[in-house]
Each structure stands twice: as C-alpha cells, then as structure tokens.
C-alpha cells in the first residue's frame, strides 16, 4: 500500500501540481506566526516550546485519523495515504522556475533567466553570468528536491507513515521559518528547530547523496561528498550538492564573487573557506540543468524500484 500511495500521489501530482499559496499551507504559515508570536520571549527553551506544541498538534491528528482510516477500511486508509503525501510532497512547486530558467538559458535570454532565479531563490541575480545562473539553479534544485521528495520518502516509510511525512515536512519549514526572516537570524527561538531537523534529516540526506552517486558519476560523487562535503557551513547540503555535483560532474558551490551567496532554504557558503579548482567536474552550463533533471528522474526511479521490492518483499 506504501508503494502505490506514493505512486499515485506523484501521479496526480503531475496532472495537478499543489500551489505554494494553497489555503492548507497557509494555514501551517499563519500558525507558526502566531506561536512564534506567543511564545517568543527571546530564550531557546520557548522556541523549543512552540516547535512541539506545532508538530504535535499537526502529526497527532494525522496519526489519528490514520488509525479511525485502518479501523474502518483499508482502502480508507489507502485514500488517506495519498491524500498525505500529495499534501507534503513538492516535486512540481519549484519546478516550473526551473523549467523557465531553463528554456530561457536554452534561447540565450539571459534576463528573463536573472527574473526567474531571482523570484525564486529571491537573490540578487543583476550581473550573473550564465555559468553562475546555472549553478545556483541547480543548486537549488538539488536541495529542494532532496526536502520536498526523498526526505519526505524516508519518513513515510516509517511506523505511522503519514505522520512522520507531515512532521518532516513541518520541521523543514519551522527550521526555516524561524531562522531565515531578517529579524529572526539573531534570535535563540529557532536554535531548537534548527538542531531537530538536523537530526530529522540526517538520515535522509545521506540515502539521497547515496541515490544520487548511485544513477551517475558513482567515482567522482562519492571523491567530492568526502573531501568536499565539510566545506559548507551547513552539513547536509554540503553532502547533497558535493555528491550531487560529482555525481553530475559539475562543480558546484563555487560563486563568481567573494561574497556570502545564501544557497536552498537559507543556506550560505563562505566562498573564503572553499577551494573548489581540484573538485572533479566542469563549470556549470545551461546543459547541466538539463543532466540535473535526469539525474533527479533517474535518482526518483531507483527510490521507487526498491520500494517496489520492498513491498513484493513483505506481501511475499
């Protein structure tokens, strides 16, 4: 049941991409708005406070409609399966920028490239040059499909699968929510979220890099992920874009400029500490973002593969 659930939610997550701007997600924005504003009293053990009082009260009732779902019906509980995992998957909310930054690079229109990474990445893209357009863009897209798809997979594979789904998920956008904002990136209230989802998605990173050595460059990803991996000030996406870009034999994380770039989901590189020249790869192109959807495909189907063993495993 845990294959199908996921097959057909990306099946009519195809047909029918879920907005940004949905009523659900806004609801999970407006709620960590208010207990941040509720509980933020300047001290770490209020952020840590406000994170459980959010995660359980969104994964309990998950959990528990789950249970009634079980109780009553398996196809019930099929139906709601799906229902979670369309609702925290993303594969197609980020990738329609992706697709334009693509098809603009592919008809030399460099500025309408700049629009779409800016809007997306919100970065001050004036002056980028094809080649840094290109990393960024793929850059992201590494991150944000590890987040919004593997990580999500890992987590539904547990006990409780719909639970642990929208607890990752809400744990990825608290991490952010209560970190990234200007008047937040100096406030001990988002220090607790930002350790728990590290350890939430230790896992999960390293099975990504691992799938994504394992459907290209296996040599060259795994040589970058151990000697380049620690170059960035955050682990995980350290791991994920040096076996990501070994993997496509691209060098990524190298910016143009001696500068903080804030990399996915507010993650920056000290372009000082990095000493990218040695890292297997070319610079990246327009042509690395077509090679990055295959590889995000192929890394895709390989997960699906062996959850489909895994399932003929146990109903065997």
Aim: net charge negative.
């Amino acid at each position: 049941m845990t294959f199908l659930s996921i097959l057909f939610a990306l099946l009519i997550e195809q047909l029918k991409p879920l907005r940004a701007d949905n009523p659900i997600y806004l609801q999970v924005q407006n709620l960590a708005i208010k207990v941040e504003a509720w509980c933020n009293a300047g001290k770490a053990s209020h952020g840590r406070l406000g994170w459980w009082v959010i995660v359980a009260g969104l994964t309990i009732p998950t959990a528990v409609i789950y249970g009634a779902c079980l109780y009553l019906s398996p196809f019930a509980a099929f139906a709601w399966n799906i229902l979670i995992v369309y609702l925290t998957l993303g594969f197609r909310r980020y990738s329609h920028y992706f697709t334009s930054i693509q098809l603009a690079l592919s008809s030399g229109d460099d500025d309408a490239a700049r629009t779409y990474l800016a809007q997306w990445t919100r970065l001050d893209t004036a002056g980028m040059d094809v080649s840094e357009i290109s990393r960024i863009a793929v850059e992201r897209a590494l991150i944000a499909t590890h987040r919004n798809v593997f990580g999500v997979f890992f987590w539904f594979l547990m006990p409780v699968g719909p639970a642990c789904a929208v607890m990752y998920r809400v744990a990825e956008y608290l991490a952010r929510a209560w970190t990234e904002p200007e008047h937040m990136k100096n406030e001990e209230f988002g220090i607790y979220a930002t350790k728990v989802f590290y350890w939430i998605d230790w896992a999960p990173a390293r099975l990504t890099a691992v799938a994504f050595a394992v459907v290209g460059n296996f040599e060259d990803a795994v040589y970058s992920w151990r000697n380049y991996a620690d170059r960035w000030s955050d682990e995980v996406v350290g791991i994920i874009l040096s076996a990501g870009g070994g993997a496509l034999g691209v060098r990524l994380g190298e910016p143009e400029e001696k500068a903080m770039i804030l990399q996915a989901d507010a993650t920056a590189v000290d372009v000082d500490s990095l000493e990218m020249e040695s890292q297997p790869g070319t610079e990246a192109s327009p042509r690395a973002l077509q090679s990055a959807v295959g590889l995000v495909w192929r890394a895709l189907l390989l997960w699906m593969l062996l959850l489909l063993l895994l399932s003929i495993a146990v109903w065997l």
